[in-house]
């Protein structure tokens, strides 16, 4: 029968140590120093990055408009009315869904010449206000379940799209070091995201350290990986369509860079979790030893890892099911089918991610069961680093923890 120990003032963990504190410091310090060097010196001038195209060829022009009735079987035409009220038809495009009477749609109005009216074209349905219904109940719900927590994570998830429009793609475009664009972005965006969403507290220092060693493992692995298979990037055709806009991208390191930003989100999930775990595991036995809070909390870390490969090969699956099913509809080996371009650029980025990923929680559990503080002395309490592992909760209840 496993017993407790009942105390009348159970020990709490101390704040952490002076010592602790300048050791978390000693290793961050130098990695957020590198962080802004690499911003600096990576940031493109305003000639280094090349000029939009125009989405709309010259004397055409996008037009925002309302179907107004059915499709014309014999002319393939809708009747549609624009935004300013003109009233014309619009060509019809095969393959793609039939809108509906009452439908917003986007055209493409194209001048011609003589006294033929002006066609306009398909090109896709308005989509603008279901968006943002849908951002909006995002929002909504993240605040109403986190609140203060979440409207942190919202401002997080703001500050990252910042960083990705305003340097990680310009910075690329440019033809600058796609490894180093990978490693600032994400080494920038994991720096604010995480002391904005849990606070500039000892345990997030350990998240984000160990965060910072899974993503240098994952670009380590993903630089050997995207050579030793051969990933292109040129696998799809809007990025075989790059170089034609921007002729010193590199579309491999393109590649590389998309594998590395691809797990800075779950990494981040996962050390979060492993370093709130052993914390947790403190509270409710102050007296069990570190080795014991690494054991205990790796369980936990087993039982995320299993999860989140599977969250990470399922969520490349719904993304690629198209893909996958021409491959199915093809009568060849399967082996062929899953080393094609595509196919193997993102079963290299599943299984570099998910190797970063397993390897982080390990790094991350070791790191928060060095810096998680030690007790502080209460009435009653047990020396650190007793024997017996057993101790009591806040609420004076027996909580066992096994040898």
Do not use: K
Request: aromatic content about 6%; charged content about 15%.
């Amino acid at each position: 029968m496993p017993h407790g120990h009942a105390h009348p003032h159970a020990a709490r963990p101390a704040p952490a140590s002076a010592r602790t504190r300048i050791v978390l410091a000693a290793a961050l310090l130098p990695a957020l120093l590198a962080t802004v060097w690499g911003l600096l010196s990576l940031w493109p001038a305003g000639g280094e990055v090349p000029d939009r195209a125009p989405l709309a060829a010259e004397g055409s022009r996008l037009v925002d408009a309302t179907v107004t009735g059915p499709l014309d079987e014999v002319t393939n035409t809708y009747p549609i009315e624009t935004a300013d009220g003109t009233a014309s038809r619009m060509q019809a495009q095969d393959g793609i869904a039939a809108p509906e009477p009452g439908e917003g749609v986007v055209t493409l109005y194209i001048e011609v010449l003589g006294d033929e009216p002006a066609p306009y074209a398909f090109i896709d349905f308005q989509r603008e206000a279901p968006l943002a219904l849908l951002a909006v109940l995002f929002v909504l719900v993240v605040l109403l379940v986190a609140r203060w927590r979440g409207l942190a994570a919202l401002a997080g998830l703001g500050f990252a799209f910042a960083v990705f429009m305003l340097f990680t793609i310009p910075t690329l475009l440019a033809g600058h070091s796609a490894m180093g664009v990978a490693l600032v972005t994400s080494s920038a965006v994991m720096f604010v995201v995480l002391y904005l969403a849990h606070g500039f507290t000892v345990r997030t220092s350990t998240a984000l350290l160990g965060t910072l060693v899974g993503l240098a493992l994952t670009a380590g692995i993903g630089a050997w990986a995207s050579g030793a298979s051969h990933v292109t990037g040129a696998s799809s055709e809007e990025a075989m369509w790059l170089p034609s806009l921007a002729p010193g991208l590199d579309l491999r390191g393109i590649a590389l860079c998309g594998l590395v930003l691809a797990g800075m989100g779950v990494l981040n999930d996962v050390t979060i979790t492993q370093a709130s775990a052993v914390w947790e595991l403190r509270e409710v036995a102050p007296h069990a030893p570190r080795r014991v809070l690494f054991a205990r909390a790796m369980r936990i870390g087993r039982d995320h890892i299993a999860s989140t490969v599977y969250t990470m090969a399922f969520a490349y699956v719904g993304a690629a099911l198209a893909i996958l099913m021409n491959l199915w509809l093809i009568d060849q080996p399967l082996g062929n089918a899953l080393s094609s371009g595509e196919i193997a650029e993102e079963v290299v980025r599943t299984l570099v991610g998910s190797i970063g990923l397993v390897l982080a929680i390990p790094a991350t559990t070791a790191i928060a069961a060095l810096a998680v503080p030690r007790l502080e002395p209460a009435t009653g309490a047990r020396p650190d680093g007793a024997d017996d592992a057993d101790d009591t909760d806040r609420d004076g209840a027996a909580v066992v923890v096994p040898r």
